[in-house]
């Protein structure tokens, strides 16, 4: 598998998507992919932004994404966070990896965006994101 992904990188092609369309991804016309610049919209907000680039080539920060994109829904710092139309996401990843060792403010952190544009943050603590 990781020699068909080099192999796909260096012919030019994304390795994650043809990582994931080699694994039987059904139904592919109903994805699609985005390139590092491609705005994806739904109900005005920007959800195109990995949040990892700037304005400028500059390090992602939220200020940034604000300034660039207005309403929007980012990942890549993995702390959940709100400024004002710019929102952020935490991480789905382990919250202690070997490259962020000592105090954390990583937190398992989703975002739902509803139809009418509204948005919502629903943090998981233990697994679990509700009460029983």
């Not at 796909?8 to 590092?36: F, Y």
Request: aromatic residues 8%; glycine residues 16%.
């Amino acid at each position: 598998i990781g020699s068909k992904l080099v192999t796909a990188m260096l012919e030019g092609k994304d390795p994650l998507q043809v990582g994931v369309e080699s694994s039987g991804l059904q139904n592919k016309n109903r994805v699609q992919w985005l390139s590092i610049d491609d705005d994806f919209r739904i109900a005005g907000v920007q959800l195109g932004a990995h949040g990892h680039k700037g304005n400028n080539g500059a390090r992602g920060s939220l200020i940034g994404i604000e300034i660039a994109y207005g309403e929007s829904i980012t990942g890549h710092s993995h702390t959940p966070e709100i400024l004002r139309g710019a929102w952020q996401v935490g991480t789905s990843s382990y919250l202690k990896l070997g490259y962020n060792e000592g105090p954390s403010s990583w937190v398992h952190c989703s975002a739902i965006l509803y139809p009418n544009g509204s948005r919502q943050l629903i943090n998981s603590f233990g697994g679990k994101w509700r009460l029983k």
